[in-house]
């Protein structure tokens, strides 16, 4: 008779990170370094003791398997509270014939989280959503719209014309780029406000949340500390909106080259009321400029921002999915009809892990 490992589930303690890093990179096939593990959770703003945070198992002084909420401030009606996203949710390929470790590592990451957080969240694929419906107590918000907006027709050429010369395409690009910047220079908007670049946020902003949290009744509190903790990474890029000196907005965007098309992100973008065209509009102006074929945005459906998308020609794409976004309520603090209400809630690209 083989005698099974002992399985021992247990918090998080300092050392631990390079075993989870490790685990990470062999589960979801990554490179992720350590120095990302500790901006993602050492250096994150909300974090008090991470031990309250990360759940592990071991067997044989290995690290086998890991259960982790990201806590995220939110503001919540009138207050704040703490969420947590749940992220990093892995077991060691070789540890999966075990059907119980799964659900040990689930009951002991429940309990502490009850004692931390108010609810948690999550952006979760079709098996993770499937499974947290039935056994962990998801429940719906709804889908993030991603909406679309094309600025070249090169990838599109590239597609559905594999044999066209590569001049042709780069002819086409060349005159579809002129005609957008005309589309977008022909956009009323309030000619008062200045968009430009920045290296990161400044004091201003603290001044500027304060004065535009109220516009939902819950989002992620997008104060100094978490923007700039949040989008410290060079590979976004920061815009900011002025009018008189004053700040009245940000977006921030992304670029990735995905196969024939590459591809602007709007990840973040929050305004003063109807002050987001301008924004927006200066946000297509730099991704025009960095040469992208087409740009997407995330937001629920109920989202007034979708109003301002959809002006400038932004719509639904029947490629890009809706992203499912569930959430899980721990507290009597919270209450679940509010939570659950999509027109109380600002989402973006930037709210979730993976991006």
Not at 79 to 105: C, S
Not at 157 to 177: E, G, M, V
Not at 279 to 298: E, F, P
Request: charge should be positive; glycine fraction near 6%; hydrophobic fraction near 40%.
């Amino acid at each position: 008779m083989v005698d099974r490992p002992i399985i021992h589930i247990r918090p998080y303690k300092p050392g631990d990170e390079e075993a989870i890093n490790s685990l990470f990179n062999t589960v979801f096939h990554k490179t992720r370094t350590i120095e990302e593990w500790d901006w993602k959770f050492r250096d994150n703003p909300a974090v008090r003791d991470m031990e309250e945070w990360i759940i592990v198992a071991e067997s044989n002084g290995r690290i086998i398997s890991h259960y982790a909420n990201m806590p995220t401030e939110i503001k919540y009606n009138n207050g704040l509270l703490t969420a947590g996203q749940y992220v990093d949710i892995m077991i060691d390929p070789l540890a999966r014939k075990n059907a119980q470790l799964f659900w040990k590592l689930v009951r002991e990451h429940s309990k502490n989280s009850k004692k931390t957080t108010s609810f948690t969240f999550g952006f979760p694929n079709e098996i993770a959503y499937q499974v947290g419906k039935l056994f962990l107590g998801y429940k719906d918000l709804g889908g993030m719209v991603q909406l679309f907006k094309r600025l070249s027709f090169r990838s599109a050429l590239k597609r559905r014309f594999p044999w066209c010369p590569k001049w042709i395409i780069n002819f086409i690009h060349a005159f579809s780029k002129i005609f957008y910047q005309f589309n977008l220079m022909a956009r009323t908007t309030d000619g008062n406000i200045i968009v430009k670049t920045v290296n990161m946020f400044d004091e201003r902003i603290d001044k500027f949340w304060n004065t535009v949290k109220d516009r939902y009744g819950i989002m992620v509190v997008r104060n100094l500390s978490y923007l700039n903790w949040r989008y410290k990474n060079k590979q976004y890029s920061i815009l900011i909106g002025e009018e008189g000196g004053e700040l009245i907005g940000y977006a921030v965007t992304k670029i990735e080259d995905n196969n024939d098309a590459r591809v602007g992100y709007i990840i973040d973008i929050l305004s003063c009321d109807n002050k987001t065209t301008s924004l927006l509009k200066g946000a297509l102006q730099l991704l025009l400029k960095q040469d992208v074929d087409y740009v997407l945005s995330a937001l629920l459906a109920h989202d007034p921002l979708c109003t301002y998308h959809r002006k400038l020609g932004f719509k639904r794409h029947k490629e890009f999915k809706p992203i499912q976004v569930t959430i899980t309520p721990l507290t009597k603090e919270v209450d679940t009809k509010y939570l659950l209400n999509q027109e109380n809630w600002h989402i973006t690209y930037g709210d979730t892990d993976g991006f």
